[in-house]
C-alpha cells in the first residue's frame, strides 16, 4: 500500500527559530506536496515538486521552503518560524501530479511560540 | 472567493440514516476527488471521478457530477459511527494541483 510517513508528528519551536519537517514516501511517485491546515479549514498549498533536485511555489509559498535531495525525500523549512506559522502541515505524494490520487502523510502539528 | 465549496460547514445524521455532501466549483477541471479526513489523521481519498463521468460508486458511497451547473455531491448510506469526520471534495484541474474545499464536518450519533 502507498506510504508516506511524516517526521516529526509533532514539534514546539520558538519564534524566529528554524524547522525543518520531513517527509519520505515508498510509493515511487514523481510529484510530492507540502500543504498547511489551519483549525477548521482545508488544505492550501505551499510547494511542491516533480523530479528530485526541483521544487516549486504553490499557492503561500512565503516564509517557507522546501528540498527534494531524493525522489522519496520532500523537506520544508522555515527559517524564521513565526507565530502565524502555527499549523498542521501535511506531505502528500501522487504519480501523475494532479491528474490522480494524493496519498497523504499523517500530519506534523507544529506549535510556534 | 474560494474555488471548490462544500456547501454545509456541518452536518449530523443518526446511524443508519442516508446523508449527501455538496460541492460546487467555480473553474474548468478534469476531476474531481473525495477526500475523507477523521481527527489527527490525514485525508484519504474516497472516490475519483473524471469530467466525463456523471456518476461513481464505492461501497456505500456514490458520487455524482454535474459539470453544466459546476457541481458535485457524495452520498453515504446506512451511516457508522465510523463515518464521523470532515469530508472535502478537491479539484483537478489539469495542472499539477489540487484545490481543496473547506471541508464538511460530518458527525454520525449512535
Known amino acids: 500500500e502507498a506510504a508516506v510517513t511524516q517526521s516529526p508528528r509533532s514539534k514546539v519551536a520558538v519564534t524566529g527559530g528554524k524547522v525543518t519537517l520531513s517527509c519520505h514516501q515508498t510509493n515511487n511517485h514523481d510529484y510530492m506536496y507540502w500543504y498547511r491546515q489551519d483549525t477548521g479549514h482545508g488544505l492550501r498549498l505551499i510547494h511542491y515538486?516533480?523530479?528530485?533536485?526541483?521544487?516549486e511555489k504553490g499557492d503561500i509559498p512565503d516564509g517557507y521552503k522546501a528540498s527534494r535531495p531524493s525522489q522519496e525525500n520532500f523537506s520544508l523549512i522555515l527559517e524564521l518560524a513565526s507565530l502565524s506559522q502555527t499549523a498542521v502541515y501535511f506531505c502528500a505524494s501522487s504519480d501523475r501530479g494532479g491528474k490522480d490520487t494524493q496519498y497523504f502523510g499523517p500530519g506534523t502539528r507544529l506549535l510556534v511560540l | 472567493s474560494q474555488l471548490a465549496e462544500e456547501n454545509s460547514w456541518a452536518l449530523s445524521v443518526h446511524e443508519g440514516e442516508s446523508v449527501t455532501v455538496n460541492c460546487s466549483y467555480k473553474?474548468?477541471?478534469?476531476?474531481l476527488q473525495w477526500y475523507r479526513q477523521k481527527s489527527g489523521k490525514g485525508p484519504a481519498q474516497l472516490i475519483l471521478?473524471?469530467?466525463?463521468?456523471r456518476e461513481k460508486r464505492n461501497g456505500r458511497l456514490r458520487a455524482t457530477l454535474d459539470t453544466s451547473s459546476q457541481s458535485s455531491s457524495l452520498s453515504i448510506t446506512a451511516t457508522r459511527c465510523e463515518d464521523t469526520a470532515v469530508y472535502f471534495c478537491?479539484?483537478?484541474?489539469?495542472?499539477?494541483?489540487?484545490?481543496f474545499g473547506a471541508g464538511t464536518r460530518l458527525k454520525v450519533i449512535a
Open positions: 473553474t474548468s477541471i478534469t476531476a
Open positions: 478537491a479539484l483537478n484541474t489539469g495542472n499539477y494541483k489540487y484545490v
Open positions: 515538486s516533480y523530479v528530485a533536485d526541483s521544487t
Open positions: 471521478i473524471r469530467s466525463n463521468e
